[in-house]
């Protein structure tokens, strides 16, 4: 089965994404991370996210569709990206979980989710 | 005849549901169906056994029906993948049935799962019990119960949680939360019950729990110093209301009312617990009922013993019940100003809504001679009680 590893970040480790001093390190962290999950052969997908400032929630009020600036909920951690991988179980999806950087690097955590698959049947 | 199939049925669900159940799910690893099925092959035998015998293999005879089952469920399903699990299911040889309840125990205990559910879980898969029965020995309503369990059980499906652990660091993480849990659902029950008739047996299932888990894992020594602590506690249950229900302190409840099967029981337990030499919190736990439980026997109590057990007790395994029960000691070995310090040092926010460092402290301040403070605690205390039993204790001491 398929589980996704949905990144969240804290404000100050998304934003070293931009800071040239932090950047390299956090890039480097992700990248061998991504690496792995490859090497592995369970990597099946995932992307990394722009800023929550870029975000745009839509929804239906009343009738009519309501855009609306920023994130569906605006909390501490917000979704940085995510990564698809193929686990047998939630055990092994969770020990992918726990090498993400998110996790080791302390500035954030992984939601595990099962996804449905849509084809079964 | 009939009586004598019947009977022997019911012996067969007290006694292997557990390790049926385990048999299956290591092979399936969705419990809910497992359980569907188990639930199917005892159908069954309620209605053949009766006419046409027991069979000599029971348990393999009820697997085997199980198996079936599961196997022409799977077929139905049609999915490619269940249709080859269900062909390599039937090659699958009817061995003998090996004991894999701690495995069942450890799946009910993992992290990934709702902390309240755990122990229901176990209750349900190992021994059995229905959620209805669960649902009276946690105090809520059946539906409620009935309600998490499907919810674990459908995760436990859809994420496919493994049922098999390798030994080392997530299995030992596993054992611990295992024990916890257990005495988390045992102690909460101890207090939250109090005024319940039926908290006794939700108690004693709970024992039987541990007592699986000290006999499935006997080279553990905190499964067995959990189990020597259950011991001690259930052996002083029966003296723990008076007549009237009124909760009754250890120091003076009635020694001729504890179980001494138990008590002996118990010791032997943490006997063999020691012999690991590998301490932990149970067993401090369970030495401290020990050295408690010899000294009102005696009428004579250590109290440089059970201090230190309360020292190595704050280093091993620091807790705030574990402080305020120090601060008892202290008070009652003769130390109140001591004890009053050790209260002080707990955090105001920790303690707000703690019961029994309101008692303690209430009492404390009453031997030091502080009277409107002692009123102050104990007001809050009573406030904080969870069973009328407590707070008629508590009234009582105020005088």
Known sequence: MQFALLIYEEQDEFESRNDPHKAPEYWAAYQKYSESLTAAGVLRGGNALKGTELATTVRLSGSDTAVVDGPFADTKERLGGLFVVEADSLDDALEWARKSPSVTRGCGSVEVRPILEMNAG | ?399
């Open chain 2, 1 to 399: 005849m009939q009586a004598d199939a019947q009977a022997k049925l019911a012996s067969v669900v007290e006694s292997s549901y557990g390790k049926l159940l385990a048999a299956l799910v290591r092979r399936w690893g969705d419990l809910e169906s497992c359980q569907d099925a188990l639930a199917e092959a005892f159908a069954v035998a309620v209605e053949k056994w009766p006419t046409q015998g027991v069979p000599d293999h029971h348990e393999g005879w009820l697997l085997q029906v199980a198996r079936r089952r599961l196997i022409d469920g799977y077929r139905r399903g049609k999915r490619g993948q269940e249709l080859e699990r269900a062909a390599d299911l039937e090659r699958e040889p009817d061995s003998r049935l090996p004991d894999e309840r701690l495995e069942l125990l450890l799946l009910c205990a993992h992290p990934a799962l709702d902390i309240k559910v755990r122990v229901p879980l176990m209750l349900n898969a190992v021994l059995g019990l229905s959620a209805h029965k669960i649902a009276a020995g946690f105090a809520v309503a059946p539906a409620t119960m009935s309600a998490r369990l499907l919810r674990a059980k459908k995760k436990i499906r859809e994420t496919g949680l493994r049922f098999e652990i390798q030994p080392g660091k997530e299995r030992e993480a596993r054992l611990k939360s295992l024990g916890e849990s257990l005495y988390l659902a045992f102690s909460l029950e101890a207090d939250e019950l109090g005024d319940d008739g039926n908290s006794g047996e939700a108690r004693a299932e709970f024992l039987a729990l541990a007592r699986i888990f000290a006999h499935l894992d006997p080279h553990n020594p905190e499964a067995l110093g959990l189990l020597a602590l259950m011991l001690y506690q259930s052996a002083r249950e029966p003296a723990r209301l008076d007549s009237e229900g009124a909760w009754v302190a250890f120091e003076s409840q009635q020694t001729s009312l504890w179980n001494r099967e138990l008590i002996e029981e118990a010791e032997q337990t943490l006997l063999r617990a020691h012999g690991y030499d590998r301490l932990g919190r149970f067993q401090l736990e369970a030495a401290l009922e020990s050295a408690q439980i010899h000294g009102r026997l005696l009428g004579l109590t250590d109290w440089g013993v059970i201090l230190q057990l309360y020292e190595g007790l704050a280093i091993c395994s620091p807790t705030l019940g574990g402080s305020v029960a120090h601060a008892s000691a202290l008070l009652h070995s003769g130390h109140p100003e001591e004890a009053r310090l050790k209260l002080a040092s707990l955090g105001e926010e920790a303690v707000r809504h703690f019961q029994p460092y309101w008692a303690t402290l209430a009492a404390t301040c009453r031997k030091l001679g502080l009277p409107a403070d002692a009123r102050l605690a104990g007001e809050r205390a009573r406030e904080l009680a969870r069973s009328n039993a407590q707070r008629n204790f508590l009234s009582s001491l105020e005088g």
